[in-house]
């Protein structure tokens, strides 16, 4: 199947999940994996959508125009059915500081650490701000060389901790 | 013995509720030897239970002496009727099932239980299980009643909230 992600950005409302996917079925279109997060304050989501009976651009049109909605189509290569499964989840709580997923992620990285998913927050107050980060991925390293790779990273406003995450198959 | 074909989403036996086990006998045994067969058949799971075969009787198997990180555990157990009797704590954790292919999702079980069950002979038997072999028991038990770990996945955002909650007394899941 011919796949295209759509990333639609805006102002959140209610109802746009429904405007959108009900605009989609109507042109013919299928969905495949989605992910949709509210960042900021604003509405954002990410379709793998198959091709319909007209181009997306088109089929979308009216309802992002209504919505206000940014709309970004590309045309992808993937497939369904191609989930990994994490080992190990790394967690980074603390200050606000500049450089720290940077700094995290760049020695993950060197480790031959593949990032599945990551989502960060800042929570707290406007005075005190408070990130929060979640990694999870994967790795055929040890746990003990993984922690030797982020040791230091954290400090005393940062704690930083790696976990295997031992999957449990029944 | 016999590998069976194990049922997967999105099959309605699945969702069925599986009866007690009354008969300790050779067609019990017999099943029970073709259980195990499949679950060692598959990819890796730590545990099997009977209504993923279509067999809507109360057994499941369970063995978690082989993670990869060695965790608590009471060895190779086969459960015949096991009924939790309490809950103590609730953590997240991840999971997948042999009836659900290519998808894996967190799910909040209790951290400790206790239960009793019946060996294959039907004697009584009672264990205190934590961690990793309460969730595989806990995942198994929820097949029992037609309940899949899909059916109680969290939000991975949830795992931000590692504060832990202790429910008293044990309630009855049924």
């Known amino acids: 199947m011919d796949w295209q992600m759509m990333t639609l950005v805006g102002e959140d409302r209610l109802g746009i999940v429904s405007r959108v996917t ?15 997060m509210r960042l900021g304050g604003n509405f954002t989501i990410m ?14 049109a009216q309802v992002a125009d209504e919505l206000q909605l940014q709309v970004h189509i590309d045309p992808i290569r993937g497939e369904l059915h191609q989930h990994r499964v994490p080992n190990f989840q790394v967690r980074v709580v603390g200050a606000d500081r500049a450089g720290i997923v940077a700094g995290v992620t760049g020695a993950l990285a060197e480790s031959g650490f593949n990032v599945l998913e990551l989502e960060s927050d800042v929570a707290g107050s406007a005075e005190q701000p408070v990130y929060i980060m979640t990694i999870q991925g994967y790795s055929e390293e040890t746990l003990e060389r993984l922690q030797s790779a982020l040791d230091g990273l954290g400090g005393e406003e940062i704690e930083l901790n790696i976990s295997p995450i031992e999957t449990l198959i029944g | 013995m016999a590998i069976l074909e194990i049922l997967k989403l999105p099959d309605a036996r699945l969702k069925q509720v599986s009866e007690p086990v009354e008969r300790f006998d050779e067609k019990l045994h017999a099943f029970i ?6 679950r060692r058949d598959g990819p890796a799971a730590v545990g099997i239970a009977a209504p993923q075969l279509g067999h809507h009787q109360r057994i499941i198997i369970i063995d978690c002496s082989h993670t990869r990180k060695p965790v608590a555990n009471h060895g190779h157990l086969i459960l015949v009727n096991p009924e939790i009797t309490e809950w103590d704590g ?8 042999l009836s659900v292919p290519d998808y894996t999702g967190n799910v909040i079980r209790a951290e400790r239980i206790k239960l009793t069950a019946q060996d294959k002979f039907g004697e009584s038997r009672e264990y205190e299980m934590e961690g990793y072999e309460a969730r595989a028991l806990q995942h198994e038990v929820d097949h029992l009643d037609g309940v899949l770990f899909v059916d109680r996945l969290v ?11 202790y429910q008293k007394g044990g309630k009855k899941k049924k």
Do not use: N
């Open chain 2, 33 to 38: 030897d073709d259980l195990e067969e499949t």
């Open chain 1, 47 to 60: 379709m793998m959508v198959s091709a319909g009976d007209q181009p997306l651009e088109t089929l979308i």
């Open chain 1, 22 to 36: 009900d605009a989609l079925y109507r042109g013919g279109c299928s969905l495949g994996e989605t992910s949709m």
């Open chain 2, 155 to 165: 939000s991975r955002r949830t795992d931000l909230f590692q504060r832990k909650v």
């Open chain 2, 90 to 97: 609730f953590e997240l954790g991840r999971e997948g099932c």
